[in-house]
Structures are given as structure tokens and as C-alpha cells.
């Protein structure tokens, strides 16, 4: 069974500074995904990883893949407030049945603090 | 088209009543996902179609779940008998093809179970 872990799962952080989110995950996998959450809300497609090494950055945020670890990360660059919200990672296998159904983390709610 | 809809987006029932709640996937895309998120987790996958065909079910779905898409459009869930176990937000998600990979998803019907 595929297992994806997030860490940390809360986060508190002051604006300006850098963090990194990690999501660890059980299995080869084809793709991996991270979507944010504001509360209430629905999820936010933020960067689709597609391959080793893959790395993509949109504005102050930079996810990378390393498919040898079993690892991506979700780096923050000088965080502003607007970020604050909740990310997951979520991962898509190729089950052969055509299936493409994604396995998310528990994700993590980042606050950041002015 | 402005994304995926979903229709109620809250639902109160009391226990033992059936529910249906509807999707409308972005036009023209074929695939079309149906995941549960309780509070505090991850979306957790339920269902997928592609055009009208469901070719995947999870464990989660138990008998009292069903799921259609007729006409390869819009999708609906019911909840048969529903349990107080049954209360989570209900995400529904599509993408144009496998290989569009990112899917995108509506904003989610908030069951609560009486």
C-alpha cells in the first residue's frame, strides 16, 4: 500500500524567513503533486513533478523531486502571510487498471506570522 | 468555463437518509474523480471515471456508494443509509486526459451527518 508522510505537519513561521516541507512516499512512483488549501476552500494546483531531479518555481515557492529518496520538497523562499494556508503532497501510480487515483499526505498547515 | 462545479456545497442530513450530490467537470475534460476529505486529512480517493465509464472504485466506497456518469458529463454520488462516519467534505476533481496530468478541483460538498 502506498504510504505518504508529510513533515513537519504544522508549521509556524515568521514573514521573511525560509522553510522546506518534505514528503517522503512508499513506492516508485509516476507523478507527484502539490496543492494548497485555503480553509473552507477547495485545493489549488501548485507544481506537478514529473520526472528525477524535476524542479519548478512559481513566485516564492520551489518544489523539487528526488525519485531515487522517494522525496520531494517544498521549499519557501522569504515568506509572506499570503502563504499561509495548507499544503499537500499527493502521489499518482499507475495501477494498470487505468486508474489514475492520487494518495495525498496529511499535509501540512503552514501559518506564517508577520 | 470557469472550472469544476459541484452542487449542494452543504448538505445537512440525518442519519439513515440517502444523499446525491452532483459534478460538473470542466468541459470537455473526460476524466473525472470523486475523493472524501474528513477534517485534519488529506482527500482520500474514492472513485474514477473515464467518459462514462467507472474503472476504478476504492475499498472506501462501500455498497451504500454509488457513482455515475452517463453521459460521460456531468457525475453524481449518492450515499445510501447514511452513517455520522459518512460527514466529510466531498471533492470532486477532472483533468482532460492522462496525459494533462494536473487535475483540477471543484469546491467540494460538506456532508454532516445528524
Known amino acids: 500500500e502506498l504510504k505518504v508522510e508529510q513533515n513537519p505537519l504544522f508549521l509556524s513561521m515568521q514573514e521573511g524567513k525560509n522553510y522546506t516541507i518534505y514528503c517522503n512516499y512508499s513506492t516508485t512512483s509516476d507523478r507527484l503533486y502539490w496543492y494548497r488549501q485555503d480553509p473552507g476552500k477547495s485545493l489549488e494546483s501548485l507544481f506537478v513533478?514529473?520526472?528525477?531531479?524535476a524542479v519548478k518555481q512559481e513566485g516564492r515557492l520551489m518544489a523539487s523531486l528526488d525519485t531515487k529518496a522517494r522525496l520531494s520538497t517544498l521549499h519557501i523562499t522569504a515568506a509572506v502571510h499570503d502563504l499561509s494556508a495548507t499544503y499537500f503532497c499527493?502521489?499518482?501510480?499507475?495501477?494498470?487498471?487505468?486508474?489514475?487515483?492520487?494518495?495525498f499526505g496529511k499535509g501540512t498547515h503552514l501559518i506564517i506570522q508577520p | 468555463d470557469t472550472g469544476v462545479s459541484q452542487d449542494p456545497r452543504h448538505k445537512i442530513t440525518k442519519r439513515g437518509q440517502n444523499v446525491t450530490f452532483r459534478c460538473d467537470p470542466i468541459s470537455e475534460h473526460n476524466r473525472l474523480y470523486w475523493y472524501r476529505q474528513t477534517l485534519g486529512q488529506g482527500p482520500e480517493f474514492l472513485t474514477y471515471f473515464q467518459n462514462e465509464a467507472q474503472l476504478e472504485k476504492s475499498r472506501l466506497l462501500s455498497d451504500r456508494f454509488s457513482a455515475e456518469r452517463p453521459k460521460g458529463s456531468f457525475s453524481t454520488l449518492e450515499i445510501q443509509r447514511t452513517e455520522q462516519g459518512d460527514s466529510a467534505m466531498y471533492l470532486c476533481?477532472?483533468?482532460?486526459?492522462?496525459?494533462?496530468?494536473?487535475?483540477?478541483f471543484g469546491p467540494g460538498t460538506r456532508l454532516t451527518v445528524t
Open positions: 476533481a477532472s483533468s482532460l486526459s492522462r496525459l494533462a496530468f494536473v487535475k483540477y
Open positions: 499527493a502521489v499518482e501510480i499507475n495501477s494498470g487498471g487505468g486508474a489514475d487515483g492520487l494518495t
Open positions: 513533478l514529473l520526472s528525477n531531479g
